[in-house]
């Protein structure tokens, strides 16, 4: 269960803030796929299903053996029995015809993955990610997560883990539960590193992958500017301030606030992939060259001096231009 270094998040594919064309659905795979991403992260919640439908018909014909896909539990569809017409209110632009129904139970999970398997349309998931447990820690144990091992231990699945905002519980899952990868999201970031506190260097010693996702933190880290997005909120004025800095200096070393967002985190050794989302084609293609571009070493340490880089954070190795 080999992850490439950049993986893609299908968030977008379910119509993310906006609606997509299934054309445009196809092309950012498409274009990943060129760009030598193997790594295909999903989840119910996002679109209501709508992106694992896209994602399945545009992996469709390409060698199983070749790609690592996951997906999430935790969030059951179901229909709406009151449904007249309205659009879904949890950030995705799709008819609201399907609720979200939280449900941590091993029989949730199964269903759950029974569905996904056909929205998919594939026969096997390699990671299954329990979602946004954060409320739910005691049922998510009790149920989800040991489900989860039975499916790993009969072959069904080759990975399972947990993926969330929230480092501290995902690291008390760490502790209290027998799982081989977690996604954080947003709490490993060029802005800000909490997760270094417990949840990295626990999952080092634990042997527990990580895949950083929301390295952006929402959007501050892509444009530090008023009015950009935080935590998928407006940034408060002194992170935008903080952000801005940190570009400054990048500027100073000829690399942009993006490109150095992307090369921190997988850095640290417990780090598998770096999963970013694309709205577009284009997107995919300027995240992967963002990607390849080598950070010079004397930029972190600018940026540790100048305090806005916590001392004790792995950066990548200088290599050979």
Request: proline content about 6%.
């Amino acid at each position: 269960m080999n992850l490439t270094p950049l993986g893609l998040g299908c968030a977008q594919l379910g119509n993310l803030y906006r609606a997509m064309s299934d054309e445009t659905a196809t092309a950012i795979v498409d274009t990943a796929w060129d760009r030598g991403i193997r790594y295909f992260d999903t989840a119910p919640h996002y679109g209501l299903g709508l992106s694992e439908k896209r994602l399945g018909a545009a992996l469709a014909g390409r060698p199983r053996a070749e790609y690592v896909l996951s997906t999430k539990v935790g969030r059951l569809l179901v229909d709406n029995p009151d449904w007249a017409g309205e659009r879904d209110t949890e950030g995705f632009d799709v008819p609201a015809s399907l609720t979200r129904r939280r449900d941590y139970s091993r029989d949730g999970v199964l269903r759950s993955l029974e569905s996904s398997l056909g929205r998919l349309g594939v026969d096997r998931i390699d990671i299954a990610f329990v979602h946004d447990p954060e409320d739910f820690v005691e049922e998510a144990l009790a149920g989800a997560l040991p489900a989860l091992v039975e499916l790993r231990e009969q072959g069904v699945l080759r990975g399972i883990g947990l993926g969330m905002n929230f480092d501290s519980v995902l690291a008390e899952f760490v502790r209290r539960a027998d799982v081989d990868i977690v996604m954080i999201a947003g709490r490993y970031t060029l802005l800000e590193q909490p997760a270094q506190d417990e949840l990295l260097p626990l999952c080092v010693e634990r042997d527990v992958r990580v895949v950083a996702a929301g390295v952006f933190n929402s959007g501050i880290l892509a444009s530090p500017r008023p009015g950009a997005t935080y935590n998928y909120e407006s940034a408060p004025a002194e992170l935008v301030a903080r952000a801005a800095r940190i570009a400054d200096v990048c500027a100073r070393h000829g690399v942009t606030l993006p490109e150095a967002a992307i090369a921190l985190p997988g850095a640290h050794p417990a780090v598998a992939s770096v999963v970013l989302g694309a709205s577009s084609p284009a997107q995919v293609e300027s995240n992967a060259d963002r990607a390849a571009v080598r950070v010079p070493p004397a930029l972190w340490a600018e940026l540790v001096a100048e305090g806005l880089l916590r001392a004790d954070t792995p950066v990548p190795e200088e290599t050979e231009a």
